[in-house]
């Protein structure tokens, strides 16, 4: 191998890692906080800056795994109602709409205490005449289409307010 093959595989090879590391950023801060606040228990320990991260990521998560009727019924559900707030903070504003839309369906606030939004979601008529099912799917469907670039907006946000995340 010539030197200069030598030295072009290193700086690929410095370039994967670097970029593996930019990737793994988003996903490693969430780490960091979710454990900070001890996944959603303690929120009172983070600030309102990494709370915005925090719900959005939630969110993200739980939607990818099982859509936003998987998102309503599970912990992190507590903070739907943040949801429009978190990713219009953040800048995602069409995923902020899709979330808005989401939280429409039920035409009621969402309690924030998960035994109370479960009875509640257990009694309402998901395929009757409201079609809550279909739209959480419309909303699902939306949400997959990634129109905003969340790793990016999150990158954003977290340079915008390094000063409020302990980590950097």
């Known amino acids: 191998m010539s030197l200069f093959g030598f030295f072009k595989k290193k700086a690929d090879k410095e370039k994967d890692n670097f970029s ?3 990737y793994n950023f988003v996903p490693d801060m969430y780490i960091h906080i979710a454990e900070k606040c001890k996944y959603g228990d303690a929120m009172q320990s983070i600030n309102a800056y990494e709370r915005v991260f ?3 990521q939630e969110l993200e998560g739980e939607v ?5 009727a998987q998102y309503f019924y599970n912990p992190s559900g ?3 109602n ?6 219009t903070q953040i800048g995602a504003l069409k ?6 839309k989401a939280l429409s369906a039920f035409k009621v606030e969402l309690p924030a205490d998960r035994a109370e939004r479960e009875e509640l979601l257990d009694n309402m008529d998901w395929d009757g005449i409201d079609g809550i099912n279909e739209i959480l799917s419309e909303c699902d469907h939306s949400f997959y289409a990634y129109e905003d670039d969340l790793h ?7 340079a915008a307010h390094k000063a409020y995340f302990d980590k950097l």
């Open 20 to 22: 593996n590391a930019a």
């Open 152 to 158: 990016s907006l999150c990158v954003a946000y977290i």
């Open 95 to 100: 995923t902020a709409e899709i979330c808005k």
């Open 54 to 56: 925090y719900i959005a």
């Open 64 to 68: 990818n795994n099982g859509g936003f």
């Open 82 to 87: 943040e949801t429009v707030n978190a990713f």
């Open 78 to 80: 507590n903070f739907a």
